[in-house]
């Protein structure tokens, strides 16, 4: 049985060894698995992109810019003024006089979200040549009259008034004469890093001129179509141009330029229009904080060309002429709203911008949600494969929480827009990634641990390891144990019968029902030697009843014993051969030892250290002696009185120099409780009495009558009567004196 042992201690040692390169590989992964994520999002791909504005867009969602000021007012080329006017394009001389009631009205500034890029076709000139019966009088008439865009033309020049342009893909020439807004750098050049465009699609030029100011108004939606930030400042064919947005706000503040600053290579820093510092990503795009589609901010154009509009709504506001109609196509969507007119946005951005509620991206975010997630891949990477899992789900949620909850702080408060996705993704990723690598590296080592130990262990014990294999380690503990040693009686005899394959087979028919019952009752099996069972109770696992569960697992030993003899004497007498009975001597010894994982680096079992053990291994040896199947040690029979049980003798065993009470384990406590046995235990002790007193006569004359008694019981205790009366007649013949202590010093193990 060495060949098991030597096993069980080469695969203990190599499960540790192998944990230990597990969880040093796992983590290797996990480091390698977090580079990969940071470069990933250095590279800031549009998956990642889209989890990082959605999460932007939930918190408008729940908290939307709450509009507390109304700065700006949008005249609404709505369905009732295309139902009062005429449908669209008006005629240049009906937006003169709206333009003309807006100043007279107040408006600060008038922004047209709109662009004229052909001149108007319901001109007098143009009319009259599409009209060849006109007499002539008339048609010089109408060809001295100025046309539609020069009144309008007239009308922006006494008011102030921003044109609206749009950018486009294709290239378009500017007119030589066409106007721009002087726009200054700051730093470096960023023409490269704001958006580009090839060309542009002006207003007529002289509607251009007479303007103060002219801006892009394209909003182009992202990747899902939301519209969430907005270019302050493009790039057309090597010129920058402002947005209709930042015009407007040059022009309300009277400034002759803006300008663009930059940091370094960097990109744009922000817009500057004294004497305000419009903080832009590094494109020079602002991030709109939406409101929900305020109606009240809308004034329908129809009413201000009947004289109807109120007042209030347009003196010293911000005008912006734009349109809510579906027809007209200028819808947008925002995180907030699915149908927003194109026109509302900007509105909001000026709403953003003179109310002091812009949201605002950190230039610095990326590094920081770098090291966020850095940090809590680290995290994870450390503590994961060290505490247990419902810990690590504790510390995975505690670190995701606390992203989003300072994200979300960050934005209510500060209205910066901090992304808690990358390294919330990050610690789930390695999280999972962990958890999972631990999954299968605690599975591959409980499946170690139930291949090795599973047929030397008692299930609970092969549980227990499996699921914390830090039992392995080595090192003991001392704590009260009842040991067992079970040998077969003339074993050189049996093993004379049979051949190397028979005599196999018969020790393991003999092993596998004595384990079982050792197993059964919580037992531990602690080695094989040969034909010997060494086990013990309560280690690892508690057992309060180990003493009791011993004298169990013997009695069972012994019944177990009477059917495997059984099976053997019909199948010798089937074979035609000799059958010897396999008879069994068991020791049980109860006291403190010192159990654990005992041995080297290499190779280590979990066993016993101890005199008490000794002293188990001596009682088994005495069984033979005293003629009887099981032996207790003094301290077992004391655990376990409810058994039947008699006093053998007091006994110095070899190697020892205390005497130890020894004790017959004769029966179950069904036994114990009946009458017959107490009278028979009653008049035993009265026979050891007899013994200890030197009364030998009248001890071997109650010898004679014990052995009767106990044959009624179906007890054979012939063997130990025999043995003492051997003594009484040695005794005889040389007295052991007066003061004989009565014990018995024993000559062999």
């Known amino acids: 049985?060495?060949?098991?042992?030597?096993?069980?201690?080469?695969?203990?040692?190599?499960?540790?060894?192998?944990?230990?390169?597990?969880?040093?590989?796992?983590?290797?992964?996990?480091?390698?698995?977090?580079?990969?994520?940071?470069?990933?999002?250095?590279?800031?791909?549009?998956?990642?992109?889209?989890?990082?504005?959605?999460?932007?867009?939930?918190?408008?969602?729940?908290?939307?810019?709450?509009?507390?000021?109304?700065?700006?007012?949008?005249?609404?080329?709505?369905?009732?003024?295309?139902?009062?006017?005429?449908?669209?394009?008006?005629?240049?001389?009906?937006?003169?006089?709206?333009?003309?009631?807006?100043?007279?009205?107040?408006?600060?500034?008038?922004?047209?979200?709109?662009?004229?890029?052909?001149?108007?076709?319901?001109?007098?000139?143009?009319?009259?040549?599409?009209?060849?019966?006109?007499?002539?009088?008339?048609?010089?008439?109408?060809?001295?009259?100025?046309?539609?865009?020069?009144?309008?033309?007239?009308?922006?020049?006494?008011?102030?008034?921003?044109?609206?342009?749009?950018?486009?893909?294709?290239?378009?020439?500017?007119?030589?004469?066409?106007?721009?807004?002087?726009?200054?750098?700051?730093?470096?050049?960023?023409?490269?890093?704001?958006?580009?465009?090839?060309?542009?699609?002006?207003?007529?030029?002289?509607?251009?001129?007479?303007?103060?100011?002219?801006?892009?108004?394209?909003?182009?939606?992202e990747i899902d179509?939301?519209?969430?930030?907005?270019?302050?400042?493009?790039?057309?064919?090597?010129?920058?141009?402002?947005?209709?947005?930042?015009?407007?706000?040059?022009?309300?503040?009277?400034?002759?330029?803006?300008?663009?600053?930059?940091?370094?290579?960097a990109g744009v820093e922000g817009i500057v229009i004294r004497p305000n510092l419009i903080r832009t990503d590094h494109k020079g795009r602002v991030w709109v904080y939406f409101s929900h589609m305020d109606p009240e901010k809308y004034v329908s154009a129809a009413d201000v060309l009947n004289g109807t509009a109120p007042p209030e709504k347009i003196a010293g506001k911000l005008v912006l002429i734009g349109t809510s109609a579906v027809g007209l196509l200028d819808i947008k969507s925002s995180p907030v709203d699915a149908f927003l007119p194109g026109v509302e946005v900007h509105a909001q951005i000026l709403e953003n911008i003179l109310t002091n509620t812009q949201l605002i991206r950190p230039r610095d975010a990326l590094g920081q949600e770098l090291v966020a997630g850095i940090a809590a891949g680290l995290l994870m990477i450390v503590l994961v494969p060290m505490v247990r899992a419902r810990w690590t789900a504790l510390l995975g949620f505690v670190s995701v929480a606390a992203m989003f909850g300072f994200s979300w702080w960050a934005f209510q408060s500060q209205r910066l827009l901090y992304d808690p996705v990358y390294p919330a993704l990050v610690a789930t990723l390695l999280y999972m990634y962990l958890t999972y690598s631990n999954?299968?590296?605690?599975?591959?080592?409980?499946?170690?641990?139930?291949?090795?130990?599973?047929?030397?262990?008692?299930?609970?014990?092969?549980?227990?390891?499996?699921?914390?294999?830090?039992?392995?380690?080595?090192?003991?503990?001392?704590?009260?144990?009842?040991?067992?040693?079970?040998?077969?009686?003339?074993?050189?005899?049996?093993?004379?019968?049979?051949?190397?394959?028979?005599?196999?087979?018969?020790?393991?028919?003999?092993?596998?029902?004595?384990?079982?019952?050792?197993?059964?009752?919580?037992?531990?099996?602690?080695?094989?030697?040969?034909?010997?069972?060494?086990?013990?109770?309560?280690?690892?696992?508690?057992?309060?009843e180990h003493a009791r569960n011993a004298c169990d697992s013997a009695l069972a030993m012994i019944g177990n014993l009477k059917g495997l003899n059984e099976a053997l004497k019909r199948e010798a007498e089937e074979e035609n051969r000799r059958h010897v009975p396999i008879n069994i001597g068991i020791g049980l010894n109860t006291g403190t030892v010192c159990v654990g994982n005992m041995g080297s680096e290499q190779r280590f079992d979990y066993s016993v250290l101890g005199d008490d053990v000794n002293l188990a291994s001596r009682l088994e040896g005495q069984s033979k002696t005293y003629g009887v199947t099981v032996v207790l040690g003094e301290q077992t029979a004391r655990l376990a009185p409810e058994y039947a049980?008699?006093?053998?003798?007091?006994?110095?065993?070899?190697?020892?120099?205390?005497?130890?009470?020894?004790?017959?384990?004769?029966?179950?406590?069904?036994?114990?409780?009946s009458s017959e046995w107490q009278i028979f235990k009653a008049r035993h002790d009265q026979f050891l009495a007899l013994y200890r007193g030197q009364r030998w006569n009248e001890m071997t004359e109650m010898g004679v009558a014990l052995r009767a008694e106990a044959h009624a019981l179906g007890l054979d205790l012939d063997g130990l009567y025999d043995l003492y009366d051997g003594r009484a007649d040695d005794y005889r013949a040389a007295p052991p004196g007066e003061d004989w202590d009565g014990v018995f010093v024993a000559t062999s193990k």
């Open 439 to 544: 999954y299968v590296r605690e599975e591959k080592q409980k499946a170690q641990v139930r291949q090795a130990f599973g047929q030397y262990l008692s299930p609970a014990l092969v549980e227990k390891l499996a699921s914390d294999p830090s039992h392995l380690k080595l090192g003991g503990e001392m704590r009260p144990m009842t040991l067992m040693f079970c040998d077969v009686r003339g074993f050189t005899t049996i093993s004379e019968l049979f051949d190397a394959e028979g005599l196999t087979r018969l020790i393991n028919r003999f092993l596998t029902p004595m384990t079982d019952v050792i197993m059964a009752r919580q037992g531990t099996i602690d080695k094989y030697m040969g034909d010997c069972i060494m086990a013990f109770w309560n280690a690892p696992l508690d057992d309060p």
């Open 225 to 265: 179509g939301i519209v969430r930030r907005v270019p302050m400042v493009v790039n057309v064919d090597g010129t920058l141009h402002p947005s209709l947005s930042a015009e407007v706000l040059r022009v309300a503040t009277g400034n002759q330029s803006l300008a663009v600053k930059a940091r370094g290579t």
């Open 645 to 673: 049980q008699v006093e053998l003798d007091l006994i110095r065993v070899k190697g020892k120099t205390v005497p130890v009470r020894i004790f017959a384990l004769l029966g179950s406590p069904d036994m114990a409780s």
């Open 1 to 221: 049985m060495a060949t098991g042992e030597s096993r069980r201690g080469r695969i203990g040692g190599w499960i540790r060894r192998a944990a230990r390169g597990t969880v040093t590989k796992g983590r290797g992964w996990a480091i390698l698995l977090l580079i990969a994520l940071s470069v990933l999002r250095t590279l800031d791909p549009a998956p990642i992109e889209i989890l990082r504005v959605k999460t932007f867009d939930l918190y408008q969602q729940i908290e939307p810019r709450e509009v507390t000021q109304r700065p700006v007012t949008i005249v609404d080329l709505d369905e009732k003024s295309l139902n009062q006017v005429g449908q669209w394009p008006w005629p240049r001389t009906t937006v003169a006089e709206m333009v003309q009631r807006l100043t007279a009205m107040g408006a600060v500034v008038i922004g047209f979200d709109i662009v004229f890029a052909e001149p108007d076709r319901m001109s007098p000139a143009l009319v009259q040549a599409s009209m060849p019966g006109l007499d002539p009088e008339m048609r010089e008439r109408l060809k001295s009259m100025p046309s539609n865009d020069e009144v309008l033309a007239q009308v922006i020049s006494q008011s102030r008034v921003v044109m609206g342009q749009s950018v486009r893909a294709d290239a378009v020439p500017a007119p030589e004469d066409s106007p721009t807004t002087s726009i200054a750098l700051i730093g470096s050049d960023v023409r490269d890093k704001v958006e580009q465009h090839a060309g542009m699609l002006r207003n007529i030029p002289i509607l251009d001129r007479a303007a103060m100011g002219r801006g892009v108004f394209n909003t182009t939606g």
